[in-house]
């Protein structure tokens, strides 16, 4: 799987929350991670989806990101995952 971004976002996204795109890739190995489609943010040109997962690098982060083909992902935002989605993902975590 390929993943790629603006660089400008990218460096908006280091200002802002302090998490570096190229070093959160392995929020997709988290066997607990939440992934949902993003019904909100998504248009009838782009399906943007969410990941609430673990990172080695951050901990728990949030990250938005869109399919472009099925070997690449594209990240739109992300950050260190809020208290509310912080409880979601131990609701789920308590329940495996």
Known sequence: MDFTWDPNKREQVLRDHYIDFDRIKD???DPLALEYIDEEHSTSGEVRFSIIGLTAQYGLIYLAYTEIN??????IT??????????????RRSRI
């Open 27 to 29: 929020v997709f190995s």
């Open 70 to 75: 099925e070997n690449e992902l594209r990240f």
């Open 78 to 91: 992300a950050r260190k995952a809020e208290r509310r989605l912080v409880e979601i993902y131990d609701k």
